[in-house]
């Protein structure tokens, strides 16, 4: 390892307050969040978010299959 690259670590870790390894993987984990957001967030136009809230803002309908299918025991439960 180069004079430079074990330099650059030590000075993460004074200006951070982590170590290497502990700032790459939590600057890792937040560089994978803002390239993966669009899986996990969307934004609407101003037409589809009056669409999107006017689905939203309909009563429930009564589905008795569904609430039969909700009330049986997990099957995953240990």
């Not at 982590?18 to 939590?26: G, I, R, Y």
């Not at 994978?32 to 999107?52: E, H, K, P, T, Y």
Request: aromatic share 8%.
């Amino acid at each position: 390892m180069g004079w430079g690259r074990r330099f650059g670590g030590c000075l993460v870790g004074a200006v951070s307050g982590s170590d290497l390894t502990e700032f790459v993987l939590t600057h890792a984990a937040d560089a994978a969040r803002r390239i993966l957001a669009d899986r996990d967030r969307f934004q609407l136009s101003g037409d589809a978010l009056v669409a999107w809230e006017a689905v939203n803002d309909r009563r429930t309908r009564d589905l008795p299959g569904l609430r039969e299918l909700m009330s049986r025991p997990s099957p995953f439960a240990e």
